[in-house]
């Protein structure tokens, strides 16, 4: 690799899409550790509000670093690669946090497990497909399903401060859970059968 090279890498890895990108993973061990110390450290309840806040803010880059990305043209690989990643933590991680809260439980558990396996379904999808140069793109009712997935979060962080402001401020958020879950088992059967697809067509060559 050449220097023109390296410096090009270089600099569409520190575009501001990239960043922004960024962003949204370093806020996972903040929103993690205000819930964390609210709930299981017995903290105060604006710990929450200050989770909320960033988890807000980091929801959206999810919307600004695409944008970016297309009307300055700084679209790249390492780009497409990162920000589905950075949205996978983010999510797991407040599920995992929210599980473990309490917020999340009984029935509304297997909604969580059905979001967290689609996940990791068409991550392994996504890389098998990469093998074989074949791209599936993301479906406008996937960027429905990950918009109600992350209202959701937000509210069920809010947990006990958003109820005592509104009372069914959890239960907006568990209703919202399912609905998102719904649309990714939707969403993820879509997924499987345009891989399954693929793998036929590659047997048969």
């Avoid at 589905?84 to 509304?108: E, Q, T, Y």
Wanted: charged share 15%.
């Amino acid at each position: 690799m050449n220097i023109a090279t390296t410096r090009g890498t270089t600099s569409r890895a520190m575009s501001l899409p990239n960043i922004l990108t960024y962003g949204r993973i370093a806020a996972i061990p903040v929103v993690v550790g205000c819930i964390y110390a609210q709930s299981i450290l017995d903290q105060p309840l604006w710990l929450r509000w200050v989770a909320v806040a960033i988890f807000i803010a980091a929801a959206v880059t999810d919307y600004l670093d695409g944008y970016y990305a297309r009307i300055w043209n700084q679209q790249s690989a390492f780009g497409r690669m990162l920000d589905p990643i950075a949205d996978k933590l983010l999510v797991a991680s407040c599920l995992l946090m929210l599980a473990a809260d309490g917020i999340i439980h009984g029935w509304s558990l297997w909604a969580a497990i059905v979001i967290l396996c689609r996940e990791i379904l068409v991550s392994g999808l996504r890389e098998y497909l990469a093998a074989l140069r074949v791209s599936v793109p993301v479906t406008k009712l996937a960027k429905w399903k990950t918009t109600v997935q992350l209202v959701a979060i937000g509210f069920l962080l809010a947990g006990e401060a958003g109820d005592q402001v509104v009372p069914v401020v959890t239960q907006i958020g568990l209703l919202l859970l399912w609905a998102s879950a719904i649309l990714t088992m939707y969403t993820g059967y879509d997924y499987f059968r345009s891989g399954i697809h693929h793998l036929i067509k590659e047997d048969e060559v």
